[in-house]
Structure formats: structure tokens, C-alpha cells
T-cell receptor, first 114, second 114 residues
Framework: DAGVTQSPTHLIKTRGQQVTLRCSPKSGHDTVSWYQQALGQGPQFIFQ???????QRGNFPDRFSGHQFPNYSSELNVNALLLGDSALYLC?????????????FGDGTRLSIL | GNSVTQMEGPVTLSEEAFLTINCTYT??????LFWYVQYPGEGLQLLLK?????DKGSNKGFEATYRKETTSFHLEKGSVQVSDSAVYFC?????????????FGGGTRLMVKP
């Protein structure tokens, strides 16, 4: 049973560029959330997708956008990259249900901005 | 808004010592509470959870009790091993959310020496 998979593992970009990160949820899960984890800090919620729509959004600018596909996989897009966007980006999946459904995390994509 | 506060690390212990990592929270509703663990270079793994007051979550020798009167969810283990060295995150999911967005604390690094 495959868990949450993310690609790529590492990515290096320069300021002003755009990046796309990908996530495949755990088998049986239909909800995908994205988190940003800066070095030495806890993860911060970016947004959550369910039924191909953004359902919740954290305090992140519009430069951060996403998409969910019919097979439940998801993409995170970041435009006009800033140095402060350097972080580990984590994808988490769960199935729609009571609010206390635990989320399962992938190993993340390490994004470095030069 | 919701928030989670953890004791700052690193916490350094000798093998077989007793572990406590403090966690307190602020939430508007009746949250579910979680502990996640992050090993170097990996994503987050769910360690344990509790969904209502006085519930005790437990897994792999770790325990935490949901204390509504003190808004706390402290993590404990009676005898730590070198393999427990990792970063531990306390998190909550609020009933008021449409989904199951997680709010994390800043993390506590545990280092266990042989």
C-alpha cells in the first residue's frame, strides 16, 4: 500500500522563477493538503483540496496556487519565487470525514531559492 | 485564532530516561490533538492522537492525555531509546474548520545518548 508520494525530492530555483510540486495521495484518500515547513519551524498550512476545489486556505499570498486532478493527485504552484520561499513543502492526504481524521504526510520536496 | 505552544529544545536525555515534552494549545472549539514525529530527512509520521477531553492516546510506549482544564497534551515515555531521537510536533485540528487543517507547534528536538 503506497503512502503519500511527492516529487521532486529536491529543487533549486532562482528568484522570480515559477515552480510546480506534485503529490500523489495515499490509496483510498481523496483530500490533499499542502504545508510549508521553514528550517527549524513547524509546518504552516497553505491550502486543502477536495473534489478538485480549494476548500480551505491558510495565510499565504496568491502566488501560491494549486490544483487537484480527478485521480485525487495534486500540484502546488508558486510564482515569482522569493528567497523566503525556501522551505520543505509537505503534502498530506486523508479521506473526507469527521474533522479528526488524521493526515498522512509524504517526505516532502526541499525547495531552495538562490 | 488557534495556536500550539511546545517547550523549546533540544531535549537531551540518556537512554532509558523518562521523557516529557510539554504542549499547550489555544482553540475556539473542541479540537482533536495529535503528536507527530519527524526523523531526519523525512516527512511527519502520526505518533498518537486524542479526540476528546480525558482521552489518552498511546503508541510505541509514548502516551499523551487530553487535558481540557489545562489545555494541555503533554507527551511522555517511560524509557527512551536512541532510536527515539527525532523532532516531535504537537498539533491540533479544530472542529470549527470545514476540513481537518492542522495547526502545529514549533517542534521539540529530542536527542537520546547511549
Amino acid at each position: 500500500d503506497a503512502g503519500v508520494t511527492q516529487s521532486p525530492t529536491h529543487l533549486i530555483k532562482t528568484r522570480g522563477q515559477q515552480v510546480t510540486l506534485r503529490c500523489s495521495p495515499k490509496s483510498g484518500h481523496d483530500t490533499v493538503s499542502w504545508y510549508q515547513q521553514a528550517l527549524g519551524q513547524g509546518p504552516q498550512f497553505i491550502f486543502q483540496y477536495y473534489e478538485e476545489e480549494e476548500r480551505q486556505r491558510g495565510n499565504f499570498p496568491d502566488r501560491f496556487s494549486g490544483h487537484q486532478f480527478p485521480n485525487y493527485s495534486s500540484e502546488l504552484n508558486v510564482n515569482a519565487l522569493l528567497l523566503g520561499d525556501s522551505a520543505l513543502y509537505l503534502c498530506a492526504s486523508s479521506f473526507k470525514g469527521p474533522y479528526n481524521q488524521p493526515q498522512h504526510f509524504g517526505d516532502g520536496t526541499r525547495l531552495s531559492i538562490l | 485564532g488557534n495556536s500550539v505552544t511546545q517547550m523549546e529544545g533540544p531535549v537531551t536525555l540518556s537512554e532509558e530516561a523518562f521523557l516529557t515534552i510539554n504542549c499547550t494549545y489555544t482553540a475556539t472549539g473542541y479540537p482533536s490533538l495529535f503528536w507527530y514525529v519527524q526523523y531526519p530527512g523525512e516527512g511527519l509520521q502520526l505518533l498518537l492522537k486524542a479526540t476528546k477531553a480525558d482521552d489518552k492516546g498511546s503508541n510505541k510506549g509514548f502516551e499523551a492525555t487530553y487535558r481540557k482544564e489545562t489545555t494541555s497534551f503533554h507527551l511522555e515515555k517511560g524509557s527512551v531509546q536512541v532510536s527515539d531521537s527525532a523532532v516531535y510536533f504537537c498539533a491540533l485540528s479544530d472542529q470549527g474548520n470545514a476540513g481537518n487543517m492542522l495547526t502545529f507547534g514549533g517542534g521539540t528536538r529530542l536527542m537520546v545518548k547511549p
